[in-house]
């Protein structure tokens, strides 16, 4: 079976981060082509590719896979490992993997992934307060409920930890303070090769999107 990955630009597409960190950090071979994003809704410029207009979409002998979830769903049933292996363990990952899915939108909009960016910060909304909250909670709970067998979330690298890898990023980015467990769990993730190559592709592009760069004013400038 081939994979091909199409995805966002590295610095600013949040979504194509997840599969791509998946297959990474899983070894699993595939052929990446990335594409430009205009940072808005389906884009018909994606339709010969992804048949909701969306990155990131994963082709599997050409044939389509779109959506984060959908596509780490199709990986985890292919290659081992990708869920925790317990039972209990594994709904719980798949409900923070939801959550954070379909969810956090308050964190999302206020500080969109920028890796190219550190900024010094700024005092947050109370709405992403909230989710800043949350996020440390979740967090939390899983690295001290389920967490033992290693630095991870559920201990090894899951598909849990790929679905949050751009909070990640953004906390990094907008210097957002987190309790202790959670700031450790950020440092592990900013500590993990594929993040670091992604990192890496992200600092290496060119394009810019006037829109995202222009919020670095109101948190404060580069620190
Ligand atoms: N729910 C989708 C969301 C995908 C999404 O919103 N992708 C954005 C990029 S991060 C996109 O392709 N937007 C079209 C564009 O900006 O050109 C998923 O989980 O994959």
Same mark, same amino acid.
């Given at each position: ?15 194509? =981060? ?7 950090? +899983? ?18 410029? $994606? ?7 969306? *990155?990131?979409?994963?082709?599997? !002998? ?8 959908? &596509?780490?769903?199709? =990986? ?11 039972? &209990? ?11 954070? $899915? ?21 005092? =947050? ?30 201990? /090894?690298?899951? *598909? ?13 980015? +907008?210097?957002? /303070? ?20 992604? /990192? ?6 060119? *394009?810019?999107?006037?829109?995202? !760069? ?10």
């Amino acid at each position: 079976m081939s994979y091909t990955l199409y995805f966002g630009n590295m610095n600013y597409s949040s979504w194509s =981060l997840r599969p791509w960190v998946l297959l990474k950090h +899983f070894n699993i071979p595939f052929e990446p082509r990335k594409v430009e994003v205009a940072g808005t809704g389906p884009n018909p410029r $994606h339709r010969d590719y992804s048949p909701n207009g969306l *990155v990131p979409c994963l082709h599997v !002998d050409g044939f389509p896979i779109w959506d984060t979830l959908a &596509i780490a769903e199709f =990986l985890a049933e292919r290659h081992k490992g990708l869920w925790p292996v317990d039972g &209990i363990a594994r709904a719980r990952a798949r409900s923070v993997a939801c959550e954070m $899915h379909s969810g956090f939108g308050a964190v999302r909009s206020a500080m969109p992934m920028n890796i190219k960016l550190r900024l010094k910060g700024a005092p =947050l909304a109370d709405d992403v307060k909230a989710d800043v909250k949350r996020i440390a909670e979740v967090w939390t709970d899983c690295r001290e409920r389920f967490g033992r067998g290693g630095d991870f979330l559920f201990g /090894e690298f899951s *598909v849990a930890d790929a679905m949050f890898a751009p909070v990640v990023w953004r906390f990094n980015t +907008f210097n957002v /303070e987190l309790p202790r467990v959670a700031a450790l769990y950020r440092d592990t993730m900013l500590d993990l090769p594929a993040m670091k190559e992604w /990192e890496a592709g992200a600092l290496a592009e060119t *394009v810019a999107m006037l829109h995202y !760069d222009a919020l670095a004013d109101a948190w404060g400038g580069p620190r």
